[in-house]
């Protein structure tokens, strides 16, 4: 009834699964632990369809700039990517539907967006020129880094993503750029209300919402997220979690489902190994860490249920229980097709080549779309309802990868809007359950209203999860989705999710955590793992070999205190 190990990892999804990995890569003998009956969590597929695959919930790679792709060597077990291509960009009838295909085309379809005009067009052009010669040192600046230690004092200069961003501009950046909200930018930067939309939107959808003050890099940086690598992986999400999975047990890690914990163990104010409750697959067991446990599950899980209240401050577990991790939700709609959408042109003609591979956004002729938005889902805490509150985002991964449905179909997957937390909608936690029928309605005729050849004839069947559905489906989803938690000035870096757990240790000696509510959060893939190893490194855990190279912005503990931790 008891095994041993140097390492045990409570939680098998993406953050879990990846440390394994890195951890097992360095000779450990490492054992992860899931709750559910498989692996992967946000990161997940289903066949609702014989051939068809939809995700869920993780649609977007957001992990182009991850350093674990070539140091982990995912190609190896089977990670195939799947590119967007170029194509360009068109605007409804009454400029009020965007569609688009890859990154930088805005500027070069500047003739067909009457709404955009030719001065924003020649400076997003040139701005984001700058931006895509440096993306992948503005995105590891800004997520693939560990926090710097919390008591270090540290001029704006020396911020990591300040050095970045201001390099690859030239120092061309507006001057509150590191201390106004995104749309604060915007507004001085721009003309067209279009590029609020799109950008905002991208960046509410992805992570640090664009009305926070002090974040707008963070946002822009979400936004870019999504574009770095323009993809996803071949057959979708749940391949990722197959190779990373692949690559954890090749170096000998052990994977353990159905096997959910009861208690992290600790000894002596330090964390000895986990025992499982007594309803997983092997129940009453102890697994003991020579060396390390580390909480792959989110922070209260991880202090509220699963450590006893004998081994932290009440002071400490009053600030876990305060934490807020309800950051958004979102309703998220399939709908598989025999012909894809055909968008009206400017004329009301309709497009056939604009977009695809691509994403929809309608409507988006200015930002009030999308604000309309925020007040329904965050303010008035309803479900949005109508054009002027539903600004939807469509993404079609079988434009770009096949395998996603059989020949002669389409899956148009995830089409997206923000719902409240089911459990501070002023209806109830099942309201959006209730209101399936009425939502779904609603954005399909949106959808016809800038693709008229989207008819009950030409849509095969429509699937739905609800944030609800969300939570239920996988009990890791804080929030109804898989970013929750804020991404806003005071739950950023150094304070994240509190200024003595930013570094992911805990005041529990030798137990870590490796969950997306630590730095950085948000659909960073592989950010928090990437991080975290660089603590496990310094406090003598990890001794990983010439694969491994860290972020350049790292600070030892070393080198602000002047002795080891």
Known sequence: MEQRYDVVVVGGGHNGITIAAYLAKCGLSVCVVESRLEIGGAQENTEPIPGVRIDPHASVLYGGAAPGFEQLELWRYGFRMSYWQQYGLAIGSDHRGFVGGNRWTLARAAETLRPFSERDADLWGSMMGAIEANMQEILRSTFWTPPFPPELDVDREDLPWVQTWTQATGGALPGNFFEASMVDVLDDMFESGILKAITGLGAWYSGAAPTWEGMAAQAFGAFLLALYGSGAPKGGMHTYAHAIARCAIAHGARILVNCPVEEIVVKDGRAAGVVLAEDAAIGDKTIWADRAVISAVDVQQTFLRMIGPRHTDPSFRQ???????????????????????????????????????????????????????????????????????????????????????????????????????????????????????????????????????????????????????????????????????????????????????????????????????????????????????????????????????????????????????
């Open 319 to 565: 600030r876990i229980s305060d934490i807020n991790l309800k950051g958004g939700s979102l309703y998220v709609l399939h709908v598989v097709c025999r012909e894809l959408p055909r968008f009206k042109g400017q004329a009301g003609e309709l497009v056939d080549e604009v977009g695809y591979p691509g994403s929809a956004l309608f409507p988006c002729d200015d930002w009030d779309s999308v604000t309309a938005q925020m007040r329904a889902a965050y303010s008035r805490k309803t479900t949005p309802t109508g054009p002027r509150e539903m600004t939807i985002p469509v993404l079609m991964p079988t434009t770009y990868d096949r395998s996603r449905a059989p020949d002669g179909l389409h899956v148009l997957s995830p089409i997206y809007i923000e719902l409240p937390p089911p459990e501070y909608h002023v209806e109830g936690p099942d309201a959006a359950n209730r209101e399936e029928e009425q939502i779904t309605g609603e954005i399909l005729a949106m959808l016809r209203e800038y693709a008229p050849n989207m008819t009950d004839g030409n849509i095969v069947a429509t699937f739905v999860n609800t944030p609800r559905d969300s939570e239920l489906r996988n009990a890791g989803l804080v929030g109804g989705n898989w970013y929750a938690t804020r991404h806003c000035a005071d739950q950023w870096w150094t304070k994240r999710p509190l200024p003595e757990l930013c570094r992911y240790r805990t005041p529990i000696d030798r137990l870590y955590l490796c969950h997306q509510t630590s730095f950085p959060g948000g659909l960073c893939l592989m950010a928090v793992p990437y991080n975290l190893m660089h603590i496990l490194i310094d406090d003598g855990i990890a001794e990983p070999g010439g694969w491994w190279y860290p972020s350049p912005w790292h600070i030892r503990d070393t080198e602000t205190t002047g002795a080891a931790r």
